[in-house]
């Protein structure tokens, strides 16, 4: 089931780029959280419940991906379980092959807690 979650997640949010989707895979009360997004970024803070996190993903993705184009074969993923069964972590790496011709690659790390098949907390610790 983690697995099923975190690329229905990374599909939503880095391929088609769908905040509706990305919300709808949050509880109700479902709570984001980027606690190392700098002031200023969409997503800096918490986001609580459906509406605040499709807003924020929003205005994310209003955003050009300032990075350059996803390298898909650059990048991957690895998840960890834990002794919870609701919750897993997911240690990614993300290439960009920018405008220039340079491969940057973003690293971070995501804190899924699960509630009946749906995201209840994700902490999202990335940097830009």
Do not use: N
Request: no cysteine; glycine share 10%.
């Amino acid at each position: 089931m983690h697995q099923e979650i975190f690329e229905r997640y990374v599909y939503a949010g880095a391929v088609t780029r769908d905040p509706d989707a990305i919300a709808a895979m949050f509880t109700e009360d479902g709570v984001y959280d980027a606690p190392l997004a700098p002031e200023g970024h969409p997503l800096h803070g918490r986001l609580v419940g459906r509406e605040a996190i499709r807003s924020g993903l929003r205005r994310y993705h209003r955003q050009p991906a300032h990075r350059g184009t996803v390298h898909p074969e650059g990048s991957g993923y690895v998840l960890h379980d834990t002794p919870d069964p609701d919750v897993f972590i997911a240690e990614v790496d993300v290439a960009f092959d920018g405008a220039d011709g340079r491969r940057t690659t973003m690293s971070l790390v995501q804190i899924f807690r699960l509630r009946a098949g749906r995201i209840a907390v994700l902490r999202d610790y990335f940097t830009e």
